[in-house]
């Protein structure tokens, strides 16, 4: 995640756009009286900032920089505002010239994420490990361990993690990126423990408890475990569609027969949760279609199915399971259309 230095963006939560107003007015004032001033440059340059308009916080730190190109912090935020603005070359520019003068961890970092948004892959590698061999902050070392992810370094991604999450053992990100790792490298047991770990380091981590369902069914060992985190999750977020997709497909797995059992009830009542949360979650439709199929409700599977490849037609496995009910019913057209389609997907 890339920051800016010195700021605080719960500013933006604590004043009313009245008082953000006059901020700004007061601010422009200043430079007004004082257009040489590097600190009024400076200053209203940080406001735009504060408030996500990178573009025209841009002119006010340059004019800043040019005044005191040595001042560290409005150099730092110049450059990642033209990074984060597509300008690559200038932030790359003036990061040079800030290493020059004060070589440090951060900027190995930021020229890593200059280097990464320019596609070059293995320059990006060896700035993110300088900085975390510089100064191995938990920061350091899960940008280096998420670019070798990225780009299927995944033996040495697991290396950088456990190492992280050694020196950080409270650190819930750093689990997460060491159990991708170990998924990755098909160590699923090890996968789903840590990410385990991860979600009752903190519950409330959107990326880990997404992931740990995703992977709900690679480890019957840790199945129990992982539908009770996903069924903790779903309290603290009962209005996020993907938590209750997720705990309905743990539910699912942990019903063994179909039938009108607690578990079956419960997942139809988070997949129906989920679709009406999120009206266009095609993997909810078509797990619903599954559900209503095992229950020999064809007519509302059907129409599951259809909501399925309606939002999303590459699903192939969605047509499958429609043809086949398509066929089943007495609807052998639209049954040969559908599995020609599945075919057709196959093939891609």
Known sequence: MLLFS???????????PAQVARTESILREQL????????????????????????????????ARQMD?????????????YLETGMTAQSRAVIIALVAKKDGAELHNLLGDVEEREGHVDAAAQQYEAAARMD??????????????RHRGFEPALKVFMFGAGRYPRSARLRVGLGI???????????VATL??????DPKDTKAIDF????????????????KRLAHFVQIYPDNAAANYYYALSLRKRAVEPGSNELQRGA?????????LDPGYADAHFELGLFYEDEKQDAKAIQEYQLAVKLRPELSKAHYHLGRLYQKNGHPARAQKELETFEALKTK
């Open 196 to 201: 385990c770990q991860a979600v009752d380091l």
């Open 212 to 227: 740990l369902g995703k992977v709900y069914d690679v480890s019957p060992q840790f199945a129990d475990e992982v539908t």
């Open 32 to 63: 007004r009286l004082q257009p040489d001033s590097f600190q009024a440059n400076h200053a209203l340059g940080e406001f735009y900032i504060r408030q996500h308009n990178l573009k025209a916080a841009i002119p006010y730190l340059e004019k």
């Open 69 to 81: 190109p040595a001042q560290y912090d409005n150099a730092y935020d110049l450059a990642l505002a």
């Open 6 to 16: 010195g700021l605080s963006f719960l500013f933006l939560a604590c004043v009313s």
């Open 181 to 191: 790792s170990h998924y990755s490298l098909g160590q699923y047991d090890d996968a």
């Open 268 to 276: 139809e009542f988070h997949l129906l949760r989920a679709v009406k």
């Open 136 to 149: 191995p902050t938990e920061k350091n070392l899960f940008d280096l361990g998420s670019d070798l992810l």
